[in-house]
């Protein structure tokens, strides 16, 4: 399975700017689907595979503004299929997070934030985490090796 990212658009058929229901419906291609309100009652449309996570995040209220993929989890099964998560031909989970930054660099794109744990691509309105809630390879600085998840959302997004 690949899951293509294209910022600032959004992530496969999951489109920044389409409605709630149709992001209901966008995300049953990954897995079940169910919507829960967050801070500020606003919409959360969750697509949950048995190894990832695609979050639609409804920051307005009524439509997709913000679309976050977590990680993938290894399978212990043979027969099961390889995910990939996508960024123009970049694997953004299989890469170490400071060499993916460093391509992205070399791509032309600015990266801010790139020492931390929450660097983005600002103008791509491409945003990562390495906040882990389970035991992952570090860099020497504490850092874990690889990001755990990646935002893409709206032109603006970052400022």
């Known amino acids: 399975m690949r899951i293509e990212l294209n910022p600032p658009v959004g992530v496969g058929s999951l489109l920044i700017g389409m409605s709630l229901e149709d992001a209901v419906e966008a995300c049953a291609v990954?897995?079940?689907?169910?919507?829960?309100?967050?801070?500020?009652?606003?919409?959360?449309?969750?697509?949950?595979?048995?190894?990832?996570?695609?979050?639609?995040?409804?920051?307005?209220?009524?439509?997709?503004?913000?679309?976050?993929?977590?990680?993938?989890?290894?399978?212990?099964?043979?027969?099961?299929?390889?995910?990939?998560?996508?960024?123009?031909?970049?694997?953004?989970?299989?890469?170490?997070?400071?060499?993916?930054?460093?391509?992205?660099?070399?791509?032309?794109?600015?990266?801010?934030?790139?020492?931390?744990?929450?660097?983005?691509?600002?103008?791509?309105t491409l945003g990562f985490t390495r906040d882990s809630g389970h035991e992952v390879p570090m860099e020497d600085d504490g850092l874990p090796l690889f990001f755990e998840a990646v935002l893409v959302a709206r032109a603006g997004y970052y400022g």
Do not use: K, M
């Open 30 to 124: 990954w897995g079940q689907v169910s919507v829960s309100r967050g801070s500020g009652d606003l919409p959360t449309v969750l697509a949950a595979h048995p190894r990832f996570q695609v979050v639609a995040h409804c920051e307005d209220g009524s439509s997709v503004t913000a679309v976050e993929v977590w990680q993938p989890a290894p399978s212990t099964r043979r027969d099961a299929p390889d995910i990939a998560v996508l960024f123009r031909g970049l694997d953004i989970f299989r890469t170490p997070a400071r060499e993916l930054l460093a391509q992205l660099a070399a791509l032309g794109y600015r990266v801010a934030n790139g020492e931390s744990d929450r660097p983005s691509l600002p103008e791509l």
